[in-house]
């Protein structure tokens, strides 16, 4: 950063500032951390690091960032491995956690207004605390935050039920990039900051809908291929749940030398329902029965999932065994995908891991873990990833596309979200932030830092095919 720029941003936000050595490494990253090969494609350490506390504090930087073009890289909790928050060619990073507001919940209306900063399990807690619940949340409950969820493009547990979390949202307000604040109201227009990874403004404040309380049972079954865990989904909507979660063998593998279940080793799904009722519990397990008998599949008895509901945010604990690993994931169609399934399960030894879970009557999103269980070269680390990112982009074959765009994946938003979207986003984004500060490169593919005659895109889609 230029003497002038730093002197601008230190005059008015010293004391919200940071810029040791460690810190710019720690938010030089984000879930996954990047081989250092990787800075031939883009320069992810940050100049500096801002924590705002105010609205006034986000304008203040969108205000100072456009005198001097410095980009605009907001964060949250971090807790994804697509790169959303990493930035692609220095500039500051926005911490955004400190964005703090007191709770409003409205009984009447069913809404939450709260901070974006706020971690779901703990937005959860409060609910409950008043007979609420919400809608849905993502895996990373508990280090997830609601605003890094919408920018992210957030899919999760209760999807299925209650939608994306776009639906979610009755109100939003959101610092644009030229320094406006604005209200939001309006799903058309909410819509476009979903999965825009933070590069249309920052998100301020958020009112979710809620609901009432009601207490989850779980159920449980087993398909012994992924072409009968595809009738099973299908076949499982029918008996309105609140949740599909399903693991791949190896990932039951993983959870029983964790946590010392006795999970047959195939093809698991755990189904949430919402019952109040003890009949109302028997009349729903005799359908589920049925439901999983015409599918192909076996029930699976409770005692196997006494309390496994409860270890399903566990995923990043069991990963941190590990020296390193590696994260994606994916969005794939039901009806074309048991054969992709399948083919995953033999990709990096066996080693690849696989969590689903159903967030519509088409789709359902596919986390894939790859433990590193020894240290390896960072050359080799690099092709691991170029590999996983191959498979995530081949799923287009069957309709499959990446969950978010983040860096590995600029350039892939019209096939995220279509065309028409796409339109929008670019056309919003040319209106409030010209100069292209906030969060450059995570939605429309960058130049390439040492070889600017190609795209990042380009670059990564060609890499992946060699890997």
Known sequence: MKKKTRTKFVRYLWKQMKENATALQIYSRDISKLPNLTKLLFNRTPDGIILPRTVEDIQRVYTLATETKTPIIPRSGGTTGFGGSIPYNKGLVIDCKGLDRELLIEPIDQTVTTSPSIIFSELQKKLKLQGFSLCSYPSSYYSATVGGWISHGGHGIGSIKYGSVVDQIAEMQVVLPNG?????????????????????????????KIKFDIPLKQFGCIFDSPVELMKGLKKLQEVDPFSVWFLNPSQVLAFNDSFGYNLPRSYVAIV?????YEAEELAFSNNFNNTIRKAGGQILDKRYISDIWDFRFKTFA????????????????????????RKLAGLFEGLLRVEGELISNTHYSLLLYLPIEEP????????????????????????????STGLWFAGYYSQIYGKEMYKRYKDFKKKVDPKNISNPGKVCSPKVRFFPLFKLKFVIRMASEFS
């Open 272 to 276: 949430s329902k919402e019952i109040s």
């Open 318 to 341: 069991l990963l941190k065994e590990y020296p390193d690993f590696l994260v994606s994931e994916v969005i794939l169609p039901i009806e074309t995908s048991a054969k992709y399934l």
């Open 180 to 208: 406006e604040s604005q209200t939001f109201n309006e799903k058309e227009d909410i819509s476009l900051f979903f999965g825009s990874n933070g590069t249309l403004g920052i998100i301020t404040e958020i009112k979710l």
């Open 376 to 403: 390896i070269s960072d050359f080799k680390k690099t092709l691991l990833i170029l590999k996983i990112n191959k498979h995530v982009l081949k799923s287009k074959k069957i309709g499959g596309f990446p969950y």
